[in-house]
């Protein structure tokens, strides 16, 4: 559902597709405590729900609102170079040959997605840590915040690997700040280290994890 509304270039869709990614997450969740007292024990591999502060372990070069920045969704307009698909004439000496068809490709213009962000820790209760590995993961972010009103646009948009056919003249972002509070959703598991979180959440694609912003 969330890939068709994205193809068809649809703002409501995207916005109902993001709703029924999260609500149906959460469905599926094993919701841990406030205190997070019981995600210990619970079974690896579970998909679980909780909530706390993103604090960075990593972040862009870049600021925004002289905040750090741990993720990014940025929405834009790129031409697709589309190809008519001629119906064939009647009168035979009028049929277009394979190189006039392709002489009559035209561009069309769909708004395309781009996200990224770097592995974070998630603080809970009591400074309570685990790891978030975002391969895979889907920031649940809104991107209605025209770039061109940010002071540094041109910078910040020369430090981000645009497609080529993109338009950086309207761009819209949405971002995760550190120390942002978020709900996160994915698979729970436990790993020795020697130092740093012994808990992770993340880091599969089936299911995606999702980081979601509070107030989703």
Same mark, same amino acid.
């Given at each position: 559902?969330?890939? +068709? +509304?994205?193809?068809?270039?649809? @703002?409501?869709?995207?916005?109902?597709?993001?709703? #029924?990614?999260?609500?149906?997450? /959460?469905?599926?969740?094993?919701?841990?405590?406030?205190?997070?007292?019981?995600?210990?024990?619970?079974?690896?591999?579970?998909?679980?729900?909780?909530?706390?502060?993103?604090?960075?372990?990593?972040?862009?070069?870049?600021?925004?609102?002289?905040?750090?920045?741990?993720? #990014?969704?940025?929405?834009?307009?790129? /031409?697709?170079?589309?190809? #008519?698909?001629? !119906?064939?004439?009647?009168?035979?000496? $009028?049929?277009?040959?394979?190189?006039?068809?392709?002489?009559?490709?035209?561009?069309?213009?769909?708004?395309? %997605?781009?996200?990224?962000?770097?592995?974070?820790? #998630?603080?809970?209760?009591?400074?309570?840590?685990?790891?978030?590995?975002?391969?895979?993961?889907?920031?649940?972010?809104?991107?209605?915040?025209?770039? /061109?009103?940010? !002071? &540094?646009? !041109?910078?910040?948009? %020369?430090?981000?690997? +645009? @497609?080529?056919?993109? %338009? *950086? $003249? &309207?761009? +819209?972002?949405?971002?995760?700040?550190?120390?942002? !509070?978020?709900?996160?959703?994915?698979?729970?598991?436990?790993?020795?280290?020697?130092?740093?979180?012994? =808990?992770?959440?993340?880091?599969?694609?089936?299911? @995606?994890? *999702? =980081?979601? @912003?509070?107030?989703?």
């Amino acid at each position: 559902v969330a890939n +068709f +509304f994205n193809a068809v270039d649809n @703002p409501l869709g995207r916005t109902i597709a993001h709703r #029924l990614a999260i609500s149906g997450a /959460r469905a599926i969740a094993t919701r841990i405590a406030d205190d997070w007292s019981n995600l210990a024990s619970i079974e690896d591999g579970t998909i679980v729900s909780l909530v706390g502060r993103a604090r960075a372990t990593r972040t862009f070069s870049f600021r925004i609102a002289e905040r750090p920045v741990i993720g #990014l969704m940025l929405r834009f307009p790129m /031409r697709t170079l589309q190809n #008519l698909n001629l !119906p064939a004439v009647n009168a035979p000496k $009028n049929i277009p040959t394979e190189q006039q068809k392709a002489n009559m490709s035209w561009w069309r213009t769909e708004r395309v %997605d781009l996200e990224a962000a770097y592995d974070f820790e #998630l603080v809970g209760p009591s400074e309570a840590r685990a790891a978030v590995l975002v391969d895979g993961a889907r920031l649940m972010l809104k991107p209605s915040f025209p770039i /061109r009103h940010v !002071p &540094d646009a !041109p910078k910040f948009l %020369d430090e981000i690997d +645009f @497609p080529a056919d993109a %338009d *950086l $003249n &309207d761009v +819209f972002g949405a971002f995760l700040w550190d120390e942002a !509070p978020v709900e996160l959703i994915g698979p729970k598991r436990t790993r020795s280290v020697a130092q740093g979180p012994s =808990i992770t959440i993340g880091d599969t694609n089936e299911p @995606p994890t *999702l =980081i979601i @912003p509070r107030g989703l």
